[in-house]
């Protein structure tokens, strides 16, 4: 018999996928807008608002980092309930 969470329960690593889908869009966002000078013939931004773009791959790491964690937990669930 398995035990599964209500849905308004927050499992393991759940917080982690909000805060890096968060972080992600940050890091979309800001790219948007580092990109947007080379189509509207403007000043380019400074070299640092470049590097805000890299939020993005740290978002993705940070859901990712999250998804691993949900997954062990189920893992270690599945093996208590057969124990």
Same mark, same amino acid.
């Given at each position: *018999? &398995? =035990? &599964?969470?209500?849905? #308004?329960?927050?499992?393991? /690593?759940?917080? !982690?996928?909000?805060?890096? $889908?968060?972080? @992600?869009?940050? $890091?979309?966002?800001? &790219? !948007?807008? &580092?990109?947007?000078? %080379? @189509? %509207? #013939?403007?000043?380019? @931004?400074?070299?640092?608002?470049?590097? =805000?773009?890299? !939020? *993005? /791959?740290? /978002? @993705?790491?940070?859901?990712?980092? $999250?998804? !691993?964690?949900?997954?062990?937990?189920?893992?270690?669930?599945?093996?208590?309930?057969?124990?």
């Amino acid at each position: *018999m &398995t =035990v &599964t969470p209500h849905s #308004d329960e927050a499992r393991p /690593g759940d917080g !982690l996928v909000k805060a890096g $889908g968060i972080v @992600f869009i940050a $890091g979309a966002v800001a &790219t !948007l807008a &580092t990109v947007a000078p %080379l @189509f %509207l #013939d403007i000043d380019p @931004f400074p070299p640092y608002a470049w590097a =805000v773009c890299m !939020l *993005m /791959g740290v /978002g @993705f790491a940070i859901s990712a980092a $999250g998804v !691993l964690r949900s997954a062990a937990a189920q893992r270690r669930a599945a093996r208590a309930s057969q124990a």
